[in-house]
Structures are given as structure tokens and as C-alpha cells.
């Protein structure tokens, strides 16, 4: 009980020091964003009228004030106002947000599939002669620029061959290219992990005895290694759904799709402090609750870390 | 290689190995590892030299020639404005090179310090530094480089800081880790009771000791950073578009991809044997460390 509400209180504080961070580094920056937006000569905007603004912005008040407004705003859900467009944050989110959702988990479901394919079949004693290949899969897939594997899919699928439209796709083959696109770099750390800890289970003791009792390498691989090596492919899930964010980023500004990255690209190009920062802490958040429970689901799904000496070690 | 890292694995399998003769030493030379220094280097030569490996002109075109797929005259073929590829290519290293150097500089300099502060120091100020190395490590590295593009503005020299920011966290760790796991040996505790000061046993014994992990994070870092720099390019946040940056011709290929295949694949693959080496240089630092 001690450990799970030393975790959570680690986790409240890294998520408020991010909070802190974000503030500092981009509202308290000297020349605030509404400033650099209205005092734009061509505006014509009267000093008052730029003071009204300040005011309704809520970036007139003091650095500690406006901090706790912001915090307290955040806690909310309310998230402040677009500098571009006026529009509020939480809204923008509200409507990029299924598109990414629907972008990621599709995404994330493939490259499941792709890097347990590679894992899987990297290790099976009929394919050693291509083992070498399909182990150097994951090294070129983290190699490879995402933005230049969407264009290059583009390139392959719809104008070479022409089986996928990318002029006016449906809602289904326009979902095609982009998935492949942002599954390749996430399906790679995966494919790494597993490999390595399907190797690292084979040379286990209990392997060696479940053979020598007579079972056969699918017996083996899916009953008594699967579920061994699976485990250490929980502790990625925090930086596996960063990549999809990062990934998503580059897949929608390649592919022209609405979503939270294409705001966030948009956010930086237009210079939407707003926008930018709460993207960064809803992420941020995402990632440090996926951590949380992996670390405290952990010790549940392997009885070592039970013990206190198992969980020193 | 440092004679100090010997010592370690000479400890654990209790017998000191002889000394490998050159011809044996080269023989366990992989190839793929050989032909990862040869792409880098032939990159940093273009860098150094952009004139020995192309006479054109990266940034003027000939009109006459634009849009002309790979040949003899143009290896990589020509762009709308008739520029040569190849060329860009070559003369864009320098922008990628010097920008994946800028950012594991910012990145080794500040994670080490961060993290060798933090291992030694202890205490307070370790918990501190390292909450916030998670909280870098909680934003996406693109998310947070593009934080740091947002402050500093759009260039070159602003999106490796950016990117050099993104690999911050990884050093840190390290970095502590590493004096953390020397502080715990025996010599160490030995170069104490000898009289040696905080500093000297920390230069002199964990800094050496180190040294095997840091340099294969450090390339490792330099093909993430060249990733991460064609990324931001990409996007546009990078020089602005006469300049030959890999990740910027790419994305002025893009509308001439119907067409002209070769203005986004050839320099994109480019990018991939420079990234896919740096890691593969990585991997054989890290396994001759352990070895």
C-alpha cells in the first residue's frame, strides 16, 4: 500500500513540475502570445483596446495569480483560448480528437500484429535461413523517416500501382496508408523487446525440462514463452503511445487528415502557445497515468516482484 | 578501446583474455558494422567537401533540364527548377551533420551533467533533478522539440537545440546510472580510502568507466538526432526553402510525387543509411562494451 501511494504521489508531482514547466517556458515568456498577436501595427488597435484584450486573455494579472488561474483552469478541462482563432482549446481537442483516436488505435493494432509476426517468426526453426533479415526489420524500421514512409506508400500504392486512392479516398481506403504509415516506427521497439525476451525465456531452465518432456516447438513457444515474454512488452506501453502522438503528428501532416496532430503542427506554425501547451500536458498526463499502471499492475502479473527482494532485484 | 573497461569483464570471468593480434582483431570486424563507418564517413566528406563530389550547383538550376528522372549526368535526377539533385543532397549533409552534432552536444553536455550530479550528489537535489528528467521523458520527443521550436522560432540552429532538448533525459539517466552502478565497486571505494576527493575519483575512475555506454548513446542519439532534424525540416520549422536540408527537399518533392519518384526516394534513403548506420555503429560500441 505504501509503494502504490508513493507512485501516485510521484506521479502528481511529475505532472505538476510538467504544468510548471509548460507555464514558465510558454506563457511567461517575456512578450506574451496576445501581445506578439494584436500589437501588430496593421491591426490598428488602440492601446486600450489591446489592454481589453490583455484582460480578456487573463494575461494582465500577476505571474502567480494567472498561474493558479491556469492550473486550476486545467483541472477543469478548460484549457484557455486559441491566440489564433479565438476558439477555446478544449473544443479544438474536442473535435481533433476522434480522428486521432481512431488513427492511433488502428495503428497501434497493427503494429502489434506486425511485431509479434516479426518476433514470432524471427525465432521459429523452419525460417533460420531468413532469420537474419527478419531480425534487421526492426533496426530499418526505426531508420526510416515517417513522413518519407507515407509519401514513399503514396508513391507505391496509389500511383504505381493504383490500388489505393489517395484523390477523394473512402473513409476505409483512406485509412489504409495512413495506419501502414504510423504502425512501421511503432511496431519496431516492440518487435526489439519481444525478440529479446523470447530469446531471454528460452535459455530458462523450465524451458529446457518442458522439452524434455517431449513438447514440441509450438507447444513450447505458445504456452510457456508467449506469456513470458509478453510481460516485458508491458513496460513500453507509456513510450509506445508517446511514439503514436509523435507519429501521429507527421502522419497526419503527410496525409492532410484533421486530427490532434495536424493542430499541433498547425498550432506551431501559427504560433498558437495555447493550443501547443495543453496538447504537451494532455499527452504528458496520458503518459505518466499509462506508466502508473503498468508499474502498479506489474507485481500483480508477476508474482517476483511480490516479494520485496524480488522487486529490489 | 580504454585498457580500464578490461578490468571489468577480466573480474567476472576470472581470467585476464590475451590480447587479440591485429589480423584477429580484424577479422571480427562484421561487415555490416564496416560498411556503417564507410556510409558516415562518406557523409561527413560530403560535408567537409561538398565540391570533390559534385560539380553542380545545389542551389542554381539549369531550366532546360527540370524534371529529368537519374542518369549518367544526374545520378539523382533533376528537380522542377532543373536543380540537381545529387547535389542538394550532398551539400544538404552539412545542415543534417552539424545539426545531429549541435543536438547531442546540448544533449550529452546537460543529461551528464543532470545525471552525474544526481548520482553523486544524492539525496534531495537526485530526487529533484530526476523528477525532472521524467517530466522531460513524459513528453514525446517530437512534442517536446516542438516546444522548444515554438519559444527560440523557426532555423537550423533552433530546431537541433530543440532536438539536442529531446535527448536530454536519455543522457541523464545514463549518466547517473553509470556513476551509481562505478560508485558501488570496489576500486572506487579503494580510490576513497586512498585519499582521492570527490572530483578526482570521479574524473578519473567513473568518467573512463563510463565512457563505452556513453559513446554508443551518443550515436545512437546522432541518427535519432539526424531522424529528428529531417522531421522538423519537413514540417518546415527548419532553414527556410532554397537551402539543400534533406528533410526540406523531400517535402518539395512531395508534389512531384505522381511524377518525379525520384525527388522524394533518393535523398529519403539517403537519410535511412545514415540514421540505419549510426545505429548500427551504436550497437557495436555497446556490444563491445559488454564483451
Partial sequence: MRYVLRRVGQAVVVLFAAFTAAFVLLQAMPGDAVMIRFENPELGLSPEQIAALREAYGVDVPAHRQFLHTLLGFLRGDFGYSVQSGTPVSRMIAEALPGTLLLASLGFVVAVILAVGIAFLSTYPRLSWIRGALRALPSLFVSVPVFWLGILLVQVFSFRLGLVSVIAPGPVEGLILPVLTLAVPISAPLAQILVRSIDEVYTRPFVTVVRSRGAGHHRVLWRDVAGNALLPALTMAGVLFGELIGGAVVTETVFGRAGLGRLTEQAVGNQDVAVLQAVVLLTATVFVLINLCVDLLYPLLDPRLRTKAGAAA | ?291
Fill in chain 2, 1 to 291: 578501446m580504454n585498457p580500464n573497461t578490461s578490468t571489468r569483464s577480466a573480474t567476472v570471468t576470472g581470467s585476464v583474455p590475451a590480447r587479440p593480434s591485429a589480423l584477429e582483431r580484424l577479422r571480427r570486424v562484421d561487415v555490416g558494422t564496416a560498411l556503417a563507418w564507410l556510409v558516415v564517413l562518406v557523409a561527413v566528406a560530403w560535408a567537409l567537401a561538398p565540391g570533390l563530389f559534385t560539380s553542380a550547383d545545389p542551389v542554381a538550376g539549369v531550366a532546360a533540364d527540370a524534371l529529368r528522372p537519374p542518369d549518367a549526368e544526374y545520378p539523382f535526377g533533376t528537380d522542377a527548377t532543373g536543380r540537381d539533385v545529387f547535389a542538394r543532397v550532398v551539400y544538404g549533409s552539412v545542415h543534417s551533420l552539424s545539426g545531429a552534432l549541435i543536438a547531442v552536444t546540448v544533449g550529452l553536455v546537460a543529461g551528464t551533467l543532470i545525471g552525474a550530479v544526481a548520482g553523486t550528489v544524492g539525496g534531495l537535489v537526485e530526487d529533484v533533478l530526476m523528477r525532472v528528467v521524467d517530466v522531460l521523458l513524459a513528453v514525446p520527443s517530437l512534442l517536446l522539440s516542438l516546444s522548444v521550436v515554438i519559444v527560440l522560432g523557426f532555423g537550423t540552429a533552433q530546431i537541433a537545440f530543440a532536438v539536442g532538448v529531446a535527448g536530454v533525459a536519455a543522457f541523464a539517466r545514463l549518466a547517473r546510472s553509470e556513476v551509481v552502478r562505478v560508485r558501488a565497486t570496489d576500486y572506487v571505494e579503494a580510490a576513497y580510502a586512498g585519499g582521492g576527493r570527490f572530483l578526482t575519483v570521479l574524473w578519473r575512475h567513473v568518467l573512463p568507466n563510463s565512457l563505452t555506454a556513453v559513446a554508443a548513446l551518443a550515436a545512437l542519439q546522432f541518427g535519432t538526432a539526424i531522424l529528428a532534424i529531417s522531421t522538423l525540416g519537413f514540417l518546415g520549422y527548419g532553414a527556410p526553402p532554397p537551402t539543400p536540408e534533406w528533410g526540406l527537399m523531400i517535402a518539395e518533392g512531395r508534389d512531384y510525387v505522381a511524377t518525379s519518384w525520384w525527388l522524394t526516394t533518393l535523398p529519403g534513403l539517403v537519410v535511412v543509411a545514415v540514421v540505419l548506420s549510426a545505429n548500427r555503429i551504436s550497437a557495436s560500441i555497446a556490444r563491445r562494451g559488454r564483451a
